[in-house]
């Protein structure tokens, strides 16, 4: 049983953290739907994509040091919070800035559990 909840411990949060990854990349598919020229479409891309880079950098450093990682998805939900505060409503809250900090705890209680 020990080894299945470290396996668990260990691969939802990198799961989460690609599923995560996405789901914010779709809603840069809107550029698309902009008329802009192709050089420029890519650029528009490119730039909505950001978060994704964002998210994907944090799971590679998570993957290597889960504690650094944990911290890492926190301070990226608490920054969330702290710039979008009152622009939107608790619901996409939730879904919006939820899944990084589940996903900090996730990757701090594997890097403090000792699953390495």
Not at 2 to 7: G, I
Not at 9 to 15: A, G, M, N, Q, Y
Not at 27 to 44: C, H, K, M, N, Q
Not at 81 to 108: A, D, E, H, R, W
């Amino acid at each position: 049983m020990e080894k299945t909840l470290k396996r668990w411990l260990f691969w939802t949060p990198r799961i989460l953290s690609i599923l995560f990854a996405v789901f914010v990349s779709l809603f840069a598919l809107d550029v698309f739907s902009e008329g802009y020229g192709f050089w420029r479409t890519i650029l528009a891309l490119l730039i909505h994509l950001i978060p994704t880079w964002i998210i994907l950098v944090l799971l590679v450093i998570s993957w290597r040091w889960e504690w650094v990682g944990g911290i890492l998805f926190i301070a990226l939900g608490v920054l969330s919070i702290v710039k979008f505060c009152g622009q939107s409503n608790l619901v996409t809250y939730l879904i919006m800035i939820g899944p990084l900090f589940l996903i900090g705890v996730l990757f701090l209680v594997d890097g403090l559990s000792g699953n390495y």
